[in-house]
Nanobody, 120 residues
Framework: QVQLVESGGGLVQPGGSLRLSCQASGRIRSIYHMGWDRQAPGKQRELVARIMNGGSTNYADSVKGRFTISRDNAKDSVYLQMNSLKAEDTAVYFC??????????????WGQGTQVTVSS
């Protein structure tokens, strides 16, 4: 019922920047929070950043001051600006949205993931 499509991943050198984008589509009545998680090889998936529909945000301690999450409610989209990237930021990044669908379902939806690799 709901699809999330991510873009913007890639290979970047340490200290560089990337911007991830994610757009939700489908039978959407309303989106509560949106955000990004990531999973590095051999590690558990972890929260990177969340943004509520009112605009409040929260970040993992490891990315505070380097990453900025933003949202365009008119486009059902969420963005992650990643600056001062480090090798430890290398992971697959997953977009997430907590959605109230037209059919009355309230549930979490996930994108397919986009690879971010930080390496010289």
């Amino acid at each position: 019922q709901v699809q999330l499509v991510e873009s913007g991943g890639g290979l970047v050198q340490p200290g560089g920047s990337l911007r991830l984008s994610c757009q939700a589509s489908g039978r959407i009545r309303s989106i509560y929070h949106m955000g990004w998680d990531r999973q590095a090889p051999g590690k558990q998936r972890e929260l990177v950043a969340r943004i509520m529909n009112g605009g409040s945000t929260n970040y993992a301690d490891s990315v505070k001051g380097r990453f900025t999450i933003s949202r365009d409610n008119a486009k059902d989209s969420v963005y992650l600006q990643m600056n001062s990237l480090k090798a430890e930021d290398t992971a697959v990044y997953f977009c997430n949205a907590y959605v109230w669908t037209i059919g009355g379902i309230i549930d979490d939806y996930w994108g397919q993931g986009t690879q971010v690799t930080v390496s010289s």
